[in-house]
């Protein structure tokens, strides 16, 4: 080994200590306590993989994540690249943009907290406390628990609290691959006579097409582990369970060390397509360069 | 379950030696539907029911005109609604009476929480302190303040604050049975899988399906 190669390993050692430490080593240790019984100490097999399968309240989980999934990823990637196109023609832009991002700003709890008083239900007969239900008696119409409804509402008016925090971000990532766009093609385009529909289609969305892959992965990532909202505002009853919230309440108020973990590591298989994605796009970019 | 089922099978529910789906315990979980599921006797309907906390329910029957007149809690709750609405007089603004029974030969056994003194050791010092603890001097001294009702028949019923403590307290030292919180006594996920199953239940579920989950639970 020639001292250029171990020189380059010296600089590499000390991240590879403190990612073994804290990332691999955990990682391991959970999936042994997966295998094990409640405390950890003995050894119980795949029954906990069985558990995070068939238990009733594990499948409302993982079809309540899937739906989190299809329309938190779509809502909040869609809607950025809407308001990243839109807001690059008006004047106010920078305002516009300030007021959606900010709140990205706001703690999810705090979101979670701001949204349960708006989403507050009061009984027709008596003064209505929550901002939407206000709205909706003020119209002339009886309120309705938005929270409560199972099972599209109530899992609709989360997902929309998690789309109103992350949308800014997903606007701003794909805000700045669009100001890239040189405008002298989509001037040509005009002058060619496509109309604004075809030029979105036709020359923006596929030079954007790598950033909103980064956008919809990493809300992928997000949304498979979506927790606070859920925890805050209905701490998953009502038929809206979440894997996460699961995971926490086996970990904390059960102390089920065995089924914790496999549920952790249910979460981590359910991730690892969405890195190899990651990885193969990576390799792709080094590779044109 | 105390009032339809009875003392006995009441313990066999806690300790899981019938199963959830035993028609008894539907029985019970119908009688409860029967109310809480009519929007007609709760206040808001099942939907209310499920969005207001427990410790402000009561004030749905102090405000003027009252939204409801009665009122299923333990007696910890008049310090909730007492705090709320200063001015209450008890007798004249609000009563209480114990839960009538409805199967006339299981009577009315009482129920409830309570405050648990444990000790560590076995040593005769601890053992005298137990004794001494569950004596009537003593527990006249916690009862003189508001909220704690004394097990000891011996306690002299004139050391509660107010008329209606004393006459809970006089249920309490007089009734047939008492029971300890069902859902306290079960094991923690059980415990939780419970609650979830009664709000499931108040939010329209199946009662068949909800009992077949809590079975499935163990």
Known sequence: MSKRSFSHWLYVVPALVILAFFLVYPAVHTIVLSLGDKTGEGFAGFSNYRFAFTNRTMQSALRNNLLWVAVFTAGTVGLGLAMAVLLDRVKYERIAKAIIFLPMAVSFVGSGV??????????????????????????????????????????????????????????????????????????????????????????TFPLMRSTIAVAATMMLITVLKIFDVVYVMTNGNFGTEVIANRMYKEMFQFKNFGRASAIAVVLLLAIIPVMIFNLKRFREQEAIR | ???????????????????????????????????????????????????????????????????????????????????????????????????????????????????????????????????????????????????????????????????????????????????????????????????????????GEDLDAVLGDMEAAY
């Not at chain 2, 333990?74 to 009476?97: C, K, M, Q």
């Open chain 1, 114 to 203: 701001i949204w349960k008083f708006v989403y507050s239900f009061r009984p027709a007969s008596v003064a209505q406390t929550g901002l939407l239900n206000g709205i909706v008696v003020a119209l002339g119409g009886q309120p309705i628990g938005w929270l409560i409804e199972r099972p599209w509402i109530n899992n609709f008016a989360l997902i929309f609290v998690g789309i109103w925090i992350w949308t800014g971000f997903c606007m701003v990532v794909l805000s700045a691959t669009y100001k890239g766009i040189p405008k002298s093609l989509l001037e040509s385009a005009r002058l060619d006579g496509a109309t604004e529909w075809q030029v979105f289609w036709r020359i």
């Open chain 2, 1 to 203: 379950m105390l009032r339809t089922a009875g003392a006995t099978v009441y313990d066999q529910w806690v300790a899981h030696d019938i199963a959830w789906t035993d028609p008894l315990i539907k029985t019970a979980f119908e009688y409860f539907g029967d109310i809480v599921l009519n929007s007609n006797y709760v206040f808001g309907g099942a939907t209310g029911a499920l969005t207001t906390n427990f410790g402000d329910s009561p004030n749905d029957l102090f405000v003027d005109p009252p939204n409801a007149y009665l009122h299923h809690q333990a007696s910890f709750i008049e310090g909730f609604f007492t705090e709320d609405f200063p001015g209450l007089v008890p007798g004249t603004d609000y009563g209480w009476f114990v839960t009538p029974p409805i199967d006339e030969a299981l009577g009315t056994p009482a129920f409830g929480g309570g405050n648990v003194v444990v000790t560590f050791s076995n040593s005769p010092e601890a053992q005298a302190l137990m004794r001494y603890l569950a004596s009537a001097a003593v527990q006249e001294v916690w009862a003189a303040r508001v909220g704690f009702i004394s097990a000891n028949k011996s306690v002299s019923p004139n050391v509660y604050p107010s008329g209606i403590v004393r006459a809970i307290a006089d249920s309490l030292v007089n009734t047939s049975a008492f029971r300890f919180d069902a859902s306290d006594l079960m094991p923690e996920e059980i415990g939780a899988a419970f609650w979830k199953a009664i709000v499931d239940y108040v939010g």
